[in-house]
């Protein structure tokens, strides 16, 4: 994808499975948005091939908008909207392409109590809090029930409770309703706890795509094991803390006390790109990044 001499995607290229929960990370600037408008169909790409859902989003159909689902960062509606009202409305578009294994809409008053927006579902729009506006942002994303769901930082503004319960909603969507997700965060937690896989991405293009597990064990390399014996504390990386706890409990016994093994996690893998890609060295980032990946 370039903008005017400038390449901002070079190297993007990789699959989503069916019922797959993917989520694109990277730094801000690295190309993020403009791959998923792209997949949404929202920009035209200047070369390259794309395919979601069988067609190219750039000359996709109706039919095929019906099929995807978009949750944005925030939407422009009218402020005297409910959202019974709005979602009934939205819904209705959607009837024309109900499928006997699909049926579409979402009930509405179902995806109310699924969003936990049912008691303020006659509530106007702007009387809404944040949190509870993004709410209703997922529910208009998926009342078409969606095969493909695109999710642009779905949580920002939840509460803890709201955030749990949306996580629970997409491994519904994913394991029930066989919906493939595609989703973009910062929040490396919720990342790690919804994401089947993990792409990140760095100049311009892919640097790293695995299970969030197996890209902290491939980037981070050892696991801590940190213990105490006698009110000292000590701490050791290995690369087999299986194998070196047991032998710690055969050299020591019941002295060991405060036993506790930190793993890398996927924090740790994707900061180690990210701070070689703010310091200005993002090319030598990328290339590290695939190196390890291979």
Wanted: hydrophobic share 40%; aromatic share 6%.
């Amino acid at each position: 994808m370039r903008y005017g001499d400038n390449d901002v995607l070079t190297g993007v290229d990789f699959d989503v499975r069916t019922d797959e929960v993917v989520c694109l990370l990277g730094p801000n600037g690295a190309g993020k948005t403009t791959t998923i408008e792209i997949l949404e169909g929202f920009r035209i790409r200047s070369g390259g091939q794309v395919s979601v859902l069988g067609q190219d989003p750039a000359q996709a159909d109706e039919d095929w908008r019906a099929r995807t689902g978009v949750v944005l960062q925030s939407w422009r509606d009218h402020p005297r909207w409910t959202p019974r009202r709005l979602l009934t409305l939205l819904g209705g578009y959607y009837k024309p392409y109900s499928m006997p294994g699909r049926p579409r809409p979402y009930d509405v008053e179902e995806l109310l109590d699924t969003v936990g927006l049912a008691e303020l579902a006659d509530r106007k729009l702007t009387a809404l809090s944040g949190g509870q506006r993004r709410r209703l942002d997922v529910a208009i994303g998926i009342v078409g029930r969606p095969e493909l769901l695109f999710l642009d930082e779905p949580t920002a503004g939840f509460d803890p409770q709201a955030r749990r319960d949306f996580h629970q909603l997409v491994h519904r969507l994913a394991s029930l309703e066989h919906t493939t997700v595609l989703l973009t965060t910062h929040d490396l937690d919720e990342a790690e706890k919804l994401a089947d896989r993990v792409l990140i991405l760095a100049g311009g293009r892919i640097v790293a795509d695995d299970t969030p597990d197996g890209l902290a064990r491939r980037v981070a390399g050892a696991a801590e094991v940190r213990w105490s014996i006698d009110g000292e504390r000590l701490a050791r990386q290995t690369d087999d803390p299986t194998g070196f706890v047991r032998d710690l409990f055969a050299h020591s016994g019941d002295a060991v006390r405060d036993l506790d093994i930190r793993r890398a996690s996927l924090e740790d893998a994707y900061l180690s790109l990210v701070q070689q890609h703010e310091a200005g060295h993002a090319e030598a980032a990328a290339r590290s990044f695939t190196e390890v990946t291979r």
